[in-house]
Structures are given as structure tokens and as C-alpha cells.
């Protein structure tokens, strides 16, 4: 009874200390969609949950994902007090602590704090948001990739799919030797098919596993200021020639797809292997249902080099806070909040997007029974697994949105036709140019 009492007090005190704050936090607009998802699942609002255990009032200000990266930048340039705290996406979180935008965590956290935090999240997540120590920002969401399966042109080959199995998992060679079978099988009786289909075509995010698991790394040094030496050594060149023949020599990756139209063109029936995100699970359930799939669907791990390491995409979005923010301490326990095991949790359960919390995200999977069955089982038997084990997060650097539009300017360039290694040594050369201008900040 009396440390209930003492608990209540500190509660009320809590409470009281934070009655007049108020924070701005800037989301991307998809997050509107998903607070009302989560209010309708759980049966509470999230940011009111949070204004009653603190006090602290949430003013939440939705952009879209180009809008809201220009806004960042512009709020943050000006050095204004305003957002107090803003999503971050996570490749940017050294770009944004080099120039000042985001606050460390380090010294808001006490050790034990900090220790649990870091323990109970995917290991790429902490990866991403580290630097010199310091924990720049909060991990908050995360993401996986897998190997979507239209299991009947496979029967019509006369290949055995890929098993939904890590140890099972198929390589590239594997991959291109089956799409080129389906792909005469279904040409001899009139039909185009595509073997193979990246979902972020030619996007970093997907794209730079390939050459990570040939060992070529991020593509940037390890200090983040150079990519001479690091974006076209010896795995980059044979991940930029493999992409090359997928596209140029065998043909068995369509031209001209934008990223937006992958999935379209998967449901479609016309392509066997399609690599993209646990997002596009309950897309191609509700077609489904709908009655426009038409053809069976499996999900395999994502693939690698036989001569290299499996590595898959990973990473999402960060809550940051602003180093201008004039409530800084509310901020803080918006972050804490926002990373309890149970927030999370019912996150996840709800809005369906992976996290950043292994803990909580491992502890819905193994007792809710949805997960037993196909496609959801997927997360036991794969993502799991790669969240952990396999996942490899985008190079750290102050110029990653320079980097990043170059880098898919190459492969899009490789893939319609250009020299794969004149185009390596080409972006190299302008992106290392580039670089001198952040290198004062060293």
C-alpha cells in the first residue's frame, strides 16, 4: 500500500511538472492513417495515452514524405524551435547530427536506460543511429525483404520452388538459371513473362545488398567522408556486372518498371520471382480476396551470392529531437514512451509495420496464433531470422541524399545498357568531388 502510494505521487508529480508543455512533432502523412488504425485496433489513441500518464500535449503536424524532408531541412537550417521532435529517415541520421538538426540521446538516458534500449532492438537499427557512442536518434519502425513466389509458372518450368526456409535459401545463380527456364517455357507458348523483379528497382535501399553480400560494403569509407576505393572496388564491380547481364545479357528483368508499379506487375501473373518488402503481404492478400490473383504465391528468403553472404535491406524510420527544441525534457519522454515494450507491441499488432523492438515484436509473433499460418508465418520463419542475423543497414555518411540519388542514377543507367564499370568509375568520381565539401566538418 505505501509504495502504491509513493508510485501514485511521483505519478501526479510527473504529471503536474509537465501540465503546461505542449511539442510539436512532425510525421510523415502515412502516419495519420496509421494512429487511426491503431485507435480502432487497441481501443485507445496513442498520443492522448500519452498526454494522460505526462501531461504533455501532442500537436502532430503530417507531411508527405518529400514535403516532409523539405520541411525538416528548412525548420532546421533556421535553427527554429520548432518541431520539438520530427521522424527521421534513417540513412540521414548522421547527415542530420553533422549539421546539427538532431540531439544525441546519451545524456537524457541513464546507463541502465540506454543498456535495455539498445539490448531489446534489432541490431541494424542500433547500427544506423550510432555514432562515436552516441545514440543519435530513436529507432522506432523497421523493415524486411523477402522473395515473393508465383508458384504456378514454377510448375510450369518444371523447377521446385524456393522453400519458405533461411537454410534453404536460394542463390542469385539459382535465381537467374530458373528465371531464364520460365521465361522460354512461357515464350513458347506466346507469352511474356519476366523472371525476376526487384521491387525498389534500382534503389539503394534494395540494391546495395548486392554488393554487400559479395563483400564490397556500403559503397562510402568508414568514416563516411569518401567513396573512392569503397564504391567500386571488386564486389561493387561484380554486383554492377551480374545487374548488368540480369537486365542486358539474359533479359529477364523488365525495363522501364518504376518502383511504384512492381507490385502491379507482380499480381499481374507476369513475373516468378519478385524481391520486395513484408509490406506488399496484405496488398497481394487483399487481391486475393478480391478475386484478381490469379495463380498460387509462396514466400522465400531473399537470395545471395553462392561465393558471398546472405544480406538483406532493413531499416526505417527514427523519432529525433530538435537541439532548438525549448522543451527538450518533454521530448525526451515523448521518445521513452514511445519506446515502451507495450507502445510497441500494440504498434505492431495493429499498424502491422515491423519494429524496431525485437522483444516486442518477437513476443506478438510467438503468441499470436495469425502468425502459424501462411503468409504471416513468413515473420517466424523468415523475418525473423534476417532482422537479426542478416540485415545490414545503408552507409553513414553527411552527404547520404547526394550519395543515394547518384548511386540510383548508376544502376538504373547499368540497367538500361551503360558499361558497368565505366559507370561505377563515373558516379565515383563525381560523388568524391562532391564529398570535399562536407570534409571540413570532420
Given at each position: 500500500m505505501k509504495k502504491w502510494f509513493i508510485f501514485s505521487m511521483i505519478l501526479v508529480i510527473s504529471v503536474f511538472a509537465f501540465s503546461s508543455e505542449k511539442i510539436t512533432v512532425f510525421f510523415g502523412s502515412w502516419m495519420e492513417g496509421n494512429f487511426e488504425t491503431f485507435k480502432e485496433v487497441n481501443g485507445y489513441d496513442l498520443l492522448e495515452r500519452f498526454t494522460e500518464e505526462t501531461g504533455i500535449q501532442v500537436e502532430p503536424i503530417f507531411y508527405p514524405f518529400r514535403e516532409l524532408i523539405q520541411a525538416i531541412e528548412t525548420r532546421m537550417q533556421a535553427k527554429s524551435v520548432s518541431p520539438d521532435v520530427f521522424e527521421v529517415d534513417s540513412p540521414l541520421s548522421l547527415s542530420y547530427y553533422i549539421r546539427g538538426y538532431t540531439e544525441p540521446l546519451n545524456e537524457y538516458l541513464t546507463e541502465e536506460e540506454l543498456n535495455s534500449l539498445k539490448e531489446k532492438m534489432f541490431p541494424a537499427t542500433i547500427k544506423i543511429a550510432e555514432w562515436n557512442g552516441k545514440l543519435l536518434n530513436l529507432p522506432f519502425e523497421n523493415s524486411s525483404q523477402v522473395m515473393y513466389i508465383n508458384k504456378d509458372l514454377f510448375e510450369k518450368a518444371g523447377i521446385e520452388p524456393p522453400k519458405m526456409d533461411v537454410n534453404g535459401r536460394w542463390t542469385w545463380e539459382q535465381v537467374v538459371e530458373a528465371a531464364i527456364k520460365i521465361k522460354e517455357t512461357m515464350k513458347k507458348e506466346g507469352k511474356e513473362v519476366w523472371g525476376l523483379l526487384f521491387g525498389q528497382v534500382s534503389r539503394p535501399y534494395?540494391?546495395?545488398?548486392?554488393?554487400?553480400?559479395?563483400?564490397g560494403g556500403s559503397g562510402v569509407s568508414p568514416d563516411g567522408y569518401h567513396v573512392e576505393g569503397y564504391l567500386n572496388n571488386e564486389g561493387w564491380k561484380k554486383a554492377m556486372k551480374w545487374w548488368y547481364d540480369v537486365n542486358n545479357t539474359y533479359k529477364i528483368s523488365p525495363k522501364g518498371v518504376a518502383p511504384e508499379e512492381t507490385?502491379?506487375?507482380?499480381?499481374?501473373?507476369k513475373v516468378a520471382m519478385f524481391v520486395q518488402g513484408t509490406w506488399d503481404i496484405p496488398t497481394i492478400l487483399q487481391a486475393e480476396k478480391q478475386g484478381e490473383l490469379g495463380f498460387e504465391w509462396g514466400i522465400a528468403p531473399h537470395p545471395y551470392y553462392k561465393d558471398g553472404e546472405p544480406v538483406t535491406p532493413t531499416n526505417s524510420w527514427h523519432l529525433a529531437v530538435n537541439p532548438n527544441s525549448k522543451k527538450i525534457e518533454?521530448?525526451?519522454?515523448?521518445?521513452?514512451?514511445?519506446?515502451?515494450d507495450d507502445i510497441i507491441?500494440?504498434?505492431f499488432k495493429s499498424v502491422g509495420q515491423l519494429v524496431a523492438?525485437?522483444?516486442?515484436?518477437?513476443?506478438?509473433?510467438?503468441?499470436?496464433?495469425?502468425?502459424?499460418?501462411?503468409?504471416?508465418?513468413?515473420?517466424?520463419?523468415?523475418?525473423?531470422?534476417?532482422?537479426?542475423?542478416?540485415?545490414m543497414p545503408r552507409p553513414k555518411t553527411p552527404f547520404y541524399l547526394e550519395w543515394e540519388d547518384l548511386?540510383?542514377?548508376?544502376?538504373?543507367?547499368?540497367?538500361?545498357?551503360?558499361?558497368?564499370?565505366?559507370?561505377?568509375?563515373?558516379?565515383?568520381?563525381i560523388i568524391e568531388r562532391l564529398a570535399k565539401k562536407y570534409q571540413g566538418g570532420k
Open positions: 534494395q540494391m546495395l545488398v548486392l554488393p554487400q553480400s559479395l563483400g507490385t502491379y506487375l507482380f499480381l499481374s501473373g518533454a521530448s525526451i519522454e515523448f521518445l521513452k514512451f514511445m519506446s515502451r507491441a500494440d504498434w523492438n525485437r522483444e516486442a515484436m518477437a513476443k506478438v509473433i510467438e503468441t499470436d496464433p495469425k502468425y502459424n499460418d501462411f503468409p504471416w508465418n513468413s515473420y517466424k520463419e523468415i523475418v525473423l531470422y534476417e532482422l537479426q542475423n542478416t540485415a548511386v540510383y542514377k548508376c544502376f538504373e543507367d547499368v540497367r538500361n545498357g551503360a558499361d558497368p564499370i565505366q559507370s561505377l568509375e563515373h558516379y565515383m568520381q
